[in-house]
């Protein structure tokens, strides 16, 4: 899971690129890079304080240091640790510094009594505490020896790992990794880096915080990707009229479900229900009904014809255009099945729905031969592939997929007109032009059931006629915040997707 110490507010994800355009304007006027190099390593040095807390004054700690900018943000960090009495060696993992910046900061730290041990020298040091400032955000490709090494001394020792900006040997662009140090807790400076966002470097970041270090907001551009916050979706919850009724909060329509997938459609359910439709119906193929009559009382049930699959038949259509004129919403996918009857009943779906279509799991399989089939919708479409769904709709593998996780989502949202959420750790929503990142979830959530969960959220908050990017950011951002909290009171191994939806409707009193 990802944290930031920004109190809700939104955090910006930068490319290397990106970032130090930013910071050069920033010292084109308003300060030198020393300044800004010792506001950052002193901005860090305070979040480790609050960190460890009291337990850092009893700690060893080594500040690993490469021959980069980078390093003389650990310089700082190590001259004011032992500025506080706590027991700081700088470890140097390449050649002394040679950049002026640095190298300032470097013989501060000497001159105030910091031991400094060449990596090649270092016997078996216990160190209580490891600060990696070895590589910073221009690191790209594969680190050579000896930073392998040091790699894998850092990454076998006991210490806990604080990794400056970013850790080292991640590519901070585009998240790739072939080896680095992997952190406990990471420090961002200034603002998120695709490395905490993207796999597989998102693995090797542990708790991540950001910290300010003073760079104005006017040396910021618009259209940066961002993450979703509380604060962000929390206005989209306006106060319920006193004199509502059941038809004030949107109709929702549930088309999902199977013979032998029957758990999906009512996990959706379930979640929508949660979520705060005003009236939701279920339409299922017929076999299913005490299943779902079962363990759902709240909806309206509309069992349809089924094929010899016992899936929605391409018989049921003209219930299903009918039910279509009642919705506000419409759910597709969740357990439905694919065969020639199903993939009939998605198009036909998808290009008659007048109001928002979301897309999930077999309605997704169902466009995947035929995608020039989402082109001719009449209303906004919402599709939510994981990675191997999104493989499917873009003819890659899953490999490329997951390594080209941005690109992809962004692509095939602006190319089809569609909104994509791209499941997975960090989930993305993106139209195609605006891009954000979830930071809530936990891999407890990696389980069958959890997309079920997710599209009847969706579906749900669109009914109540929330705009459906924003639905999307409220409904992955609030499943995430279930995941956390059923991990945290069950485990991440034994909670269950019904877990997260026992919390869901009590999380729900955060927004109202």
């Given at each position: 899971t990802?944290?930031?110490?920004?109190?809700?507010?939104?955090?910006?994800?930068?490319?290397?690129?990106?970032?130090?355009?930013?910071?050069?304007?920033?010292?084109?006027?308003?300060?030198?890079?020393?300044?800004?190099?010792?506001?950052?390593?002193?901005?860090?040095?305070?979040?480790?304080?609050?960190?460890?807390?009291?337990?850092?004054?009893n700690?060893?700690?080594?500040?690993?240091?490469?021959?980069?900018?980078?390093?003389?943000?650990?310089?700082?960090?190590?001259?004011?640790?032992?500025?506080?009495?706590?027991?700081?060696?700088?470890?140097?993992?390449?050649?002394?510094?040679?950049?002026?910046?640095?190298?300032?900061?470097?013989?501060?730290?000497?001159?105030?009594?910091?031991?400094?041990?060449?990596?090649?020298?270092?016997?078996?040091?216990?160190?209580?505490?490891?600060?990696?400032?070895?590589f910073?955000?221009?690191?790209?490709?594969?680190?050579?020896?000896?930073?392998?090494?040091?790699?894998?001394?850092?990454?076998?020792?006991?210490?806990?790992?604080?990794?400056?900006?970013?850790?080292s040997?991640?590519?901070?662009?585009?998240?790739?990794?072939?080896?680095?140090?992997?952190?406990?807790?990471?420090?961002?400076?200034?603002?998120?880096?695709?490395?905490?966002?993207?796999?597989?470097?998102?693995?090797y970041?542990?708790?991540?915080?950001?910290?300010?270090?003073?760079?104005?907001?006017?040396?910021?551009?618009?259209?940066?990707?961002?993450?979703?916050?509380?604060?962000?979706?929390?206005?989209?919850?306006?106060?319920?009229?006193?004199?509502?009724?059941?038809?004030?909060?949107?109709?929702q329509?549930?088309?999902?479900?199977?013979?032998?997938?029957?758990?999906?459609s009512?996990?959706?359910?379930?979640?929508?229900?949660?979520?705060?439709?005003?009236?939701?119906?279920?339409?299922?193929?017929?076999?299913?009904?005490?299943?779902?009559?079962?363990?759902?009382?709240?909806p309206?049930?509309?069992?349809?014809?089924?094929?010899?699959?016992?899936?929605?038949?391409?018989?049921?259509?003209?219930?299903?255009?009918?039910?279509?004129?009642?919705?506000d919403?419409?759910?597709?996918?969740?357990?439905?099945?694919?065969?020639?009857?199903?993939?009939?009943?998605?198009?036909?779906?998808?290009?008659?729905?007048?109001?928002?279509?979301?897309?999930?799991?077999?309605?997704?399989?169902?466009?995947?031969?035929?995608?020039?089939?989402?082109?001719?919708k009449?209303?906004?479409?919402?599709?939510?592939?994981?990675?191997?769904?999104?493989?499917?709709?873009?003819?890659?593998?899953?490999?490329?997929?997951?390594?080209?996780?941005?690109?992809?989502?962004?692509?095939?949202?602006?190319?089809?007109?569609?909104?994509?959420?791209?499941?997975?750790?960090?989930?993305?929503?993106?139209n195609?032009?605006?891009?954000?990142?979830?930071?809530?979830?936990?891999?407890?959530?990696?389980?069958?059931?959890?997309?079920?969960?997710?599209?009847?959220?969706?579906?749900?908050?669109?009914?109540?006629?929330?705009?459906?990017?924003?639905?999307?950011?409220?409904?992955?951002?609030?499943?995430?915040?279930?995941?956390?909290?059923?991990?945290?009171?069950?485990?991440?191994?034994?909670?269950?997707?019904?877990?997260?939806?026992?919390?869901?409707?009590?999380?729900?009193?955060?927004?109202?």
């Open positions: 990802l944290y930031t110490n920004t109190g809700g507010v939104i955090m910006r994800i930068l490319t290397a690129k990106q970032i130090k355009a930013v910071e050069t304007r920033a010292f084109e006027s308003d300060s030198t890079e020393a300044e800004l190099m010792l506001k950052a390593g002193t901005t860090c040095f305070e979040k480790i304080c609050k960190i460890f807390g009291e337990s850092l004054a700690s060893r700690v080594g500040v690993f240091c490469g021959n980069g900018k980078n390093a003389g943000d650990g310089f700082v960090i190590a001259y004011l640790l032992k500025k506080i009495n706590v027991f700081t060696d700088i470890i140097l993992c390449d050649k002394e510094p040679t950049v002026d910046e640095p190298k300032m900061y470097y013989q501060k730290a000497i001159n105030n009594g910091v031991k400094v041990t060449n990596f090649t020298k270092l016997g078996v040091e216990n160190y209580d505490i490891i600060v990696d400032c070895i910073g955000i221009g690191f790209h490709g594969e680190a050579k020896a000896p930073f392998n090494d040091i790699f894998d001394f850092i990454n076998n020792s006991n210490a806990k790992v604080v990794s400056i900006d970013t850790p040997g991640t590519n901070s662009t585009d998240g790739s990794v072939i080896n680095a140090v992997k952190a406990d807790y990471t420090i961002a400076i200034s603002t998120l880096k695709f490395a905490h966002v993207l796999p597989p470097s998102n693995a970041c542990g708790k991540i915080y950001t910290v300010n270090i003073g760079i104005d907001e006017k040396h910021y551009e618009s259209g940066y990707p961002q993450t979703i916050t509380k604060k962000d979706i929390k206005k989209n919850f306006i106060k319920r009229d006193f004199n509502s009724n059941k038809g004030s909060f949107g109709h329509l549930n088309i999902c479900g199977s013979y032998l997938m029957p758990g999906a009512v996990i959706c359910a379930k979640a929508a229900l949660k979520t705060g439709v005003g009236l939701l119906k279920c339409a299922f193929p017929k076999s299913i009904y005490p299943v779902m009559t079962s363990h759902l009382t709240q309206l049930f509309k069992p349809l014809c089924e094929n010899e699959a016992k899936t929605i038949s391409i018989g049921a259509l003209g219930d299903v255009f009918e039910d279509l004129k009642w919705a919403s419409v759910v597709v996918g969740c357990g439905l099945g694919n065969n020639d009857d199903i993939q009939v009943v998605v198009d036909q779906i998808i290009k008659t729905s007048e109001v928002p279509v979301i897309l999930d799991a077999d309605g997704i399989n169902a466009v995947a031969p035929f995608i020039d089939i989402v082109k001719d009449k209303a906004p479409l919402i599709i939510t592939p994981h990675p191997g769904e999104m493989a499917r709709l873009i003819g890659e593998s899953v490999d490329y997929v997951c390594s080209h996780r941005l690109e992809v989502a962004k692509a095939f949202a602006k190319e089809n007109d569609v909104i994509i959420v791209l499941k997975g750790a960090n989930t993305i929503v993106t195609g032009v605006d891009v954000y990142f979830n930071t809530t979830g936990n891999p407890g959530m990696a389980m069958g059931g959890t997309g079920d969960m997710l599209a009847g959220i969706i579906g749900s908050f669109a009914a109540q006629g929330i705009e459906p990017i924003e639905a999307c950011k409220a409904a992955v951002y609030i499943h995430g915040r279930c995941g956390d909290i059923a991990a945290q009171e069950i485990s991440t191994r034994g909670m269950t997707v019904d877990d997260m939806i026992y919390v869901l409707g009590a999380l729900m009193s955060e927004f109202e």
